[in-house]
């Protein structure tokens, strides 16, 4: 039968159409261990995801979207939190697993997009994500921040780290269709992240990421932007 849009999944399902298949694309991407990536070289957290935590967020349960190898959730991990993380690609996973069996600590890793993933709703005292949402196609991005609002409990935390325009082109959502790609991300400038989460969360923090030197036992890029959001009551 020829394909419809009879409902909202519909019309979500044809914009995927213009897009590269995100699964293909991240598996290919993580054929490759040995590639120039930052996030790949370096196994320590973020430098933001440190520095919230020294500065006394204590989150008992977590959940990383977009884990990748697993750098942010073993630090975690580590600092006693109950950790699930999740990922669209099996080598992706795979790898964040042989990391983790390496620094001896015990997360629940899932294989599967966060589209997908079940969860107890309202159960995270902390989202962190670091590198999906600007991957991510503005079709999907009122969905993601459902899925986001729904697992946090009612005080809990989020935080992003995503390309500024030094990351990426600031390609607009129009044109993202218009020219059928999402090429390497989206770059992001303050203004056009703030109108997005501002009116249900409350941002606590937001600035570039420190730029780090390597090597180091943390992540830092300034063409990305760092911010820690509060879901409001
Ligand atoms: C730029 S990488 C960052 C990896 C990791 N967060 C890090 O910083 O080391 C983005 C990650 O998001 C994952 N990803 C992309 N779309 C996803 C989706 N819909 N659901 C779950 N993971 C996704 C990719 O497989 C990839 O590992």
């Known amino acids: 039968m020829e394909k419809a849009i009879l409902n909202y999944d519909d019309l979500l399902e044809m914009l995927d159409d213009f897009l590269r298949e995100p699964k293909e694309f991240w598996e290919h991407f993580y054929e490759d261990r040995a590639k120039e990536i930052p996030f790949f070289k370096v196994t320590g957290p973020d430098e933001n995801l440190v520095d919230y935590f020294n500065d006394g967020l204590a989150p008992r349960k977590v959940l990383e979207l977009g884990?990748?190898?697993?750098?942010?959730?073993?630090?975690?991990?580590?600092?006693?939190?109950?950790?699930?993380?999740?990922?669209?690609?099996?080598?992706?996973?795979?790898?964040?697993?042989?990391?983790?069996?390496?620094?001896?600590?015990n997360i629940n890793f899932h294989c599967t997009s966060l589209f997908d993933y079940e969860f107890e709703p309202h159960s995270y005292d902390f989202?962190?994500?670091?590198?999906?949402?600007?991957?991510?196609?503005?079709?999907?991005?009122?969905?993601?921040?459902?899925?986001?609002?729904?697992?946090?409990?009612p005080d809990g935390h989020f935080a992003l780290v995503c390309f500024n325009t030094d990351g990426a082109l600031a390609t607009s959502d129009w044109d993202i269709y218009k020219e059928k790609s999402l090429k390497r991300g989206i770059g992001y400038t303050e203004e056009r992240l703030r109108k997005i989460f501002e009116a249900d969360f409350t941002i606590k923090e937001f600035r570039k990421m420190k730029k780090i030197l390597q090597p180091n036992d943390v992540l830092g890029e300034d063409f990305l932007w760092t911010s820690l959001l509060q879901i409001k009551k």
């Open 67 to 105: 884990c990748g190898p697993g750098r942010n959730a073993i630090y975690m991990a580590k600092k006693g939190c109950k950790v699930d993380a999740l990922d669209i690609a099996e080598n992706a996973i795979a790898w964040a697993k042989e990391r983790a069996i390496e620094e001896g600590v």
């Open 127 to 153: 989202i962190y994500e670091c590198g999906l949402f600007h991957h991510l196609a503005p079709h999907r991005r009122l969905t993601y921040m459902e899925i986001i609002k729904r697992a946090l409990k």
